[in-house]
């Protein structure tokens, strides 16, 4: 679906002389060939959203470094790059929204103190997928278990 819908995109791009949108969709679908190809296999959509992520966390990071070195021409750039990565990937969680998941998988799985952080991030994982960083979501969950 990802896959369809960049190619969809970047012929959209060409015609429209999106130069920015192209350029990034050109590099979406470099990812993912690269990432089929590392595979040796076609990529499942849960596999396109992991490739999507993980460039949407370097642009995002790439942001970061820029504006910590006062460039912020650069980060702006960064950012715009980012927005169009995101728009491929499925609506994000807010911070409220997976504090709220967070607490009902501890509850349900009846978790208490560090031991049981890996338990609940499989779970949670599994519910939320791509909706939510990683890291966000560890973060959040050693700070609700103590």
């Known amino acids: 679906m990802i896959w369809e819908k960049l190619n969809q995109d970047m012929k959209t791009a060409l015609k429209g002389g999106d130069k920015l949108r192209l350029s990034v969709v050109r590099m979406l679908i470099s990812e993912l060939k690269n990432e089929r190809i590392a595979l040796g296999a076609d990529l499942d959509d ?11 966390r370097r642009r995002k990071e790439a942001i970061d470094a820029a504006r910590a070195g006062g460039r912020e021409d650069v ?4 950012q715009m790059e980012y927005d169009i990565t995101m728009s491929y990937l499925p609506k994000q969680l807010s911070d409220d929204e997976l504090r709220g998941v967070v607490k009902k998988h501890i ?5 208490s103190g560090g031991n049981a952080f890996g338990t609940v991030m499989k779970s ?4 939320v997928g791509g909706q939510a960083d990683g890291k966000v979501i560890s973060s959040l969950v050693r700070e609700l278990l103590g």
Do not use: D, F, I, N
């Not at 849960?46 to 949407?56: C, D, G, H, P």
């Not at 980060?75 to 960064?78: H, L, P, T």
């Not at 949670?124 to 519910?127: K, N």
């Open 46 to 56: 849960v596999a396109q959203r992991k490739v999507l992520t993980s460039y949407a």
């Open 75 to 78: 980060a702006s750039k960064e």
């Open 124 to 127: 949670v994982m599994a519910e």
């Open 107 to 111: 509850e349900t799985v009846g978790a």
